[in-house]
């Protein structure tokens, strides 16, 4: 699933390519995703100028006035900035069309991905978001706040840094590499780790994030950009997917474990 960094990629692509055009028809090639497609968003977008592309956590915020239109890519979703003759292609769920001849394509090839259309004043009540936590690349995630979220948890540190409650974004991939940065075992109990510490966990985490974010992301399975490259950040990882290689940085060899249904990866020598 596209982490943080994916999402902001496609978020920087998108601005530059959709904010200011104007909407002249929308159409749904399919019922709906892994919820039905918002019933007004057919009528209330065409005329309406693309004013801002965002992010909070993992979803893109399109601003159209008196309305938000939220959208969240799954697993597997993807946009296209297409001329607007070009016909639709297997998967191909949502397409929006500008009055300068471009169209904005979704496609969805597991189709786990959702959009929603909320008024601009409340869209961050709805459940979708009213949960999250602060955004890690922002001022509310620091060592004080970690340490108030950890202490007296016997949970998994990894398992932690995973909750979309405590801090958004932070998936699978960018989670195991902030704790090898980190120098950090995935299976300490978060109460268990001093505020110095979560301190270098901080700093890594952002760290680890802006450097995917410039790379591109990572390209796993189905992840592209929105222009169709990969990300490049998957050749920078240091202990995701790298079972039985060895450490960069010391005589360890890479281990895997299973955390909450999903694999960890880390260096028994480095993270402790």
């Not at 309305?67 to 769920?93: I, K, N, S």
């Not at 009055?99 to 459940?127: C, I, K, M």
């Not at 992301?217 to 990882?237: C, Q």
């Not at 960069?248 to 909450?260: E, L, P, S, Y």
Request: aromatic share 10%.
């Amino acid at each position: 699933m596209p982490e943080l960094p994916e999402v902001e990629v496609v978020r920087r692509g998108l601005g530059s390519l959709v904010e200011a055009r104007r909407v002249v028809r929308v159409e749904y090639l399919s019922p709906g995703l892994r919820y039905p497609f918002p019933a007004d968003m057919v009528e209330y977008l065409p005329g309406r100028v693309c004013e801002y592309v965002r992010r909070r956590a993992k979803y893109l915020l399109f601003g159209f006035g008196e309305r938000v239109m939220t959208w969240h890519l799954g697993m597997t979703g993807q946009f296209h900035l297409l001329p607007a003759d070009t016909a639709p292609v297997r998967h191909e769920h949502v397409r929006i069309d500008f009055e300068d001849g471009q169209s904005l394509r979704y496609r969805d090839a597991r189709r786990f991905g959702y959009v929603g259309l909320f008024p601009a004043r409340t869209w961050h009540q709805h459940r979708w978001f009213s949960g999250l936590g602060p955004e890690p690349l922002e001022p509310g995630f620091d060592a004080e706040y970690l340490r108030s979220r950890c202490v007296g948890r016997h949970a998994p540190i990894k398992n932690v840094l995973m909750d979309a409650r405590i801090v958004v974004g932070v998936g699978n991939i960018y989670a195991a590499e902030s704790l090898y940065r980190a120098g950090i075992h995935p299976a300490r109990a978060a109460g268990r780790i001093s505020q110095p510490r979560l301190a270098l966990l901080v700093d890594a985490v952002r760290r680890v994030l802006q450097e995917a974010i410039e790379a591109g992301g990572s390209s796993i399975s189905d992840f592209v950009r929105v222009d169709g490259r990969p990300g490049y950040f998957a050749h920078a990882f240091h202990v995701y997917g790298r079972t039985g290689e060895r450490c960069g940085q010391c005589d360890g060899t890479i281990r895997r474990i299973v955390q909450a249904g999903r694999s960890s990866f880390y260096c028994p020598g480095c993270q402790r």
